[in-house]
Nanobody, 123 residues
Framework: QVRLEESGGGSVQAGGSLRLTCSGSWSGYTTYFMAWFRQAPGKEREGVAAIATDGTTTYTSSVKGRFIISRDNAKKILYLQMNRLNAEDTAMYYC?????????????????WGQGTQVTVSS
């Protein structure tokens, strides 16, 4: 069984930074394709950033140059460094993991999900 737990959310002013952490737990040495998604009230879940087992990254256009996704495979931890935050980044952020992912920012590609951590950016 795969468990994912996000932390690091909070409230920040526009222009500020936050770092999200996703701690994973599962048996064995399987390495998963991992990603961050977000969902604002009344909107669909959106893929923010994804990282393959070899470290290759994918970003949605609205966060390119501001967000950085990274991972520590040995510790089973996923990070999302978020810089120059703006009000449009306000959402619940979710960590996701999957074995076979073709479309990196498509939610249906991922089997395992965390409970989410709230990010609120005030302007």
């Amino acid at each position: 069984q795969v468990r994912l737990e996000e932390s690091g959310g909070g409230s920040v002013q526009a222009g500020g930074s936050l770092r999200l952490t996703c701690s994973g737990s599962w048996s064995g040495y399987t390495t998963y394709f991992m990603a961050w998604f977000r969902q604002a009230p009344g909107k669909e879940r959106e893929g923010v950033a994804a990282i393959a087992t070899d470290g290759t990254t994918t970003y949605t256009s609205s966060v390119k140059g501001r967000f950085i996704i990274s991972r520590d495979n040995a510790k089973k931890i996923l990070y999302l460094q978020m810089n120059r935050l703006n009000a449009e980044d306000t959402a619940m952020y979710y960590c996701a993991a999957g074995m076979y992912v073709a479309d990196h920012l498509r939610a249906l590609e991922y089997k395992y999900w965390g409970q989410g951590t709230q990010v609120t950016v005030s302007s």
